[in-house]
Each structure stands twice: as C-alpha cells, then as structure tokens.
T-cell receptor, first 115, second 109 residues
Framework: GAVVSQHPSWVICKSGTSVKIECRSL??????MFWYRQFPKQSLMLMAT?????????EQGVEKDKFLINHASLTLSTLTVTSAHPEDSSFYIC???????????FGPGTRLLVL | EDQVTQSPEALRLQEGESSSLNCSYT??????LFWYRQDPGKGPEFLFT???AGEEKEKERLKATLTKKESFLHITAPKPEDSATYLC??????????FGAGTQVVVTP
C-alpha cells in the first residue's frame, strides 16, 4: 500500500516553455500533498504544501507565480513550472499524506532539464 | 532555528560490518522523527517513524532509536543492497519534514 506515482519521470524542455508534472496517490486518499526540489548531492527542500481543494502554501523564497500547484482531487496534484529557465533544472519529488496520518509517502521523482 | 545534522556524510562498509548513523536535531514542536532511504535517482522510501525518547523500531537489518536530541540508525551485518543514502527528517509543529543532508552508505562485498 501507500503508492505514489509521478509523471513524467523525466522531461527536457526549451527555456521559456512551461512544464506540468503530475503526482498521484494510487491506493489512498491524499488530503495533503507536498512538492520538493532536490539539487545534485543536496537534500530535499520543501517548495509547497497543498491541501485538497485549497490554495497551496509556499515556502519562503519559492515564487508561487512560477510554480503553480493544483490539488483538485484526493488523488492528484500537479506542479506547473512556468516560463522555465536553466536554473529550474532539478529533481522534483512529490509526497502524499492521508488525513490524520503523519507519514509522507514519496513519488519516484521527475527530473527536469531546461535547455 | 530548526537544525538537523547527520553524520557521517559518507560511510563505506564491508559486507557484514555493522555501524551506526547519527542524526542530531533541534526542532521546535517536534511531532516525530522519520527515517527514509533514498536510492540514486529515486524518491525517498519510508523506513521508520519514532515519536518518543526511548522508542526503538526494527526492520530487517536496520534499527532506529530516539533520544531527546538524537536518533541513531544501526545497520547490522549490512549487505550490498543496503547501499543508499539514509535521510533523517524530524517533523515540526506544522507537520513539515525537516530533512538532514543524509548519510551515503556504500556496502562492498
């Protein structure tokens, strides 16, 4: 149980384009989903927290107009990187947590390369 | 300010050579402490949650323990498949995971 998927697993795009990443909880209802970013040889940095049906809460320093998060259902959250630039190239990982549970289960990650 | 420090940064072990990883933390409103394992290019895999000092959890060759300021992950008689980066993450009062930098473990045959 507690499986989280992400799609795509990797994406290459041109600078200035937008990229959407999907995160799905496959066998449980995720009332809360989290989006992280991980640069090479660094740990995970939380970007934002989203609760189903509510606006996402962004961490300090994360541009909410650049990283659009939607959590419209209990099994799906999306992260859209708008007007991507090479410095946005990173490994993006989502996690999901069900109501009244502490444990976050992570997706396999999406590697984004912006040329 | 919340701080999480993991040591050592890297650990190279011979198969069967037991060792311990350390996680020191200062997190206000601690709700629990999580251990994850991360393989290269993949998302973290949940291992344990510890909630109170003195608590211990075991899974195969891994055992996690918790004190008021530290957590230890003991690896007993490791195998090559235990090679991974082990991440410690206390949760704050908001339920957010505060990840440490991790300990990269390499187990050689």
């Amino acid at each position: 149980g507690a499986v989280v998927s992400q799609h795509p697993s990797w994406v290459i795009c041109k600078s200035g384009t937008s990229v959407k990443i999907e995160c799905r909880s496959l066998d449980f209802q995720a009332t809360t989903m989290f989006w992280y970013r991980q640069f090479p040889k660094q740990s995970l940095m939380l970007m934002a927290t989203s609760n189903e049906g509510s606006k996402a809460t962004y961490e300090q320093g994360v541009e909410k107009d650049k990283f659009l998060i939607n959590h419209a259902s209990l099994t799906l959250s999306t992260l859209t990187v708008t007007s991507a630039h090479p410095e946005d190239s990173s490994f993006y990982i989502c996690s999901a947590r069900s109501e009244n549970q502490e444990t976050q289960y992570f997706g396999p990650g999406t590697r984004l390369l912006v040329l | 300010e919340d701080q999480v420090t993991q040591s050592p940064e890297a650990l190279r072990l011979q198969e069967g050579e037991s060792s311990s990883l350390n996680c020191s933390y200062t997190v206000s409103g601690l709700r629990g402490l999580f251990w994850y394992r991360q393989d290269p290019g993949k998302g973290p895999e949940f291992l344990f949650t510890l909630y109170s000092a003195g608590e211990e959890k075991e899974k195969e060759r891994l055992k996690a323990t918790l004190t008021k300021k530290e957590s230890f992950l003991h690896i007993t008689a490791p195998k090559p498949e235990d090679s991974a980066t082990y991440l410690c993450a206390p949760t704050d009062s908001w339920g957010k995971l505060q990840f440490g930098a991790g300990t990269q473990v390499v187990v050689t045959p």
